[in-house]
Nanobody, 128 residues
Framework: VQLVESGGGLVQAGGSLRLSCATS?????????ITWFRQVPGKEREGVAC????????IYGDFVKGRFTISTDNAKTTVYLTMRNLEPEDTAVYYC?????????????????????WGQGTQVTVSS
């Protein structure tokens, strides 16, 4: 199983980006959960958005405030994170992570230790 993120880059505040997480050997609709996390140097990794076979719909971090959307292709092997109205505070390395455990639920989706596989990350930089 492999996860590969892409789509990061430099964007001005107020702009948009779409990140992709391409999976091989894993389809979240059958196998579990894909979640986007982000991390700023010196800070804990935080959950951004989650999509899972364990619950309907998607879950977002409180800071998203309707600006981001997680979506997937029909095969459920690529998960996208569309980010709009970006702010300098969104600057971070964005990671996608996969989990097979059924323990990922609405209250546990951002528990890092539940995730078995991580991508290499993609840098998002938002300039003011």
């Amino acid at each position: 199983v492999q996860l590969v993120e892409s789509g990061g880059g430099l964007v001005q505040a107020g702009g948009s980006l779409r990140l992709s997480c391409a999976t091989s050997g894993f389809a979240w609709g059958d196998d579990g959960t894909i979640t986007w996390f982000r991390q700023v140097p010196g800070k804990e990794r935080e959950g951004v958005a989650c999509i899972s076979k364990n619950f309907a719909g998607a879950i977002y971090g409180d800071f998203v405030k309707g600006r981001f959307t997680i979506s997937t292709d029909n095969a459920k092997t690529t998960v996208y994170l569309t980010m709009r109205n970006l702010e300098p505070e969104d600057t971070a390395v964005y990671y996608c992570a996969a989990a097979t455990t059924p323990r990922i639920r609405i209250k546990t989706w951002n528990w890092l230790y539940l995730y078995e596989l991580w991508g290499q990350g993609t840098q998002v930089t938002v300039s003011s």
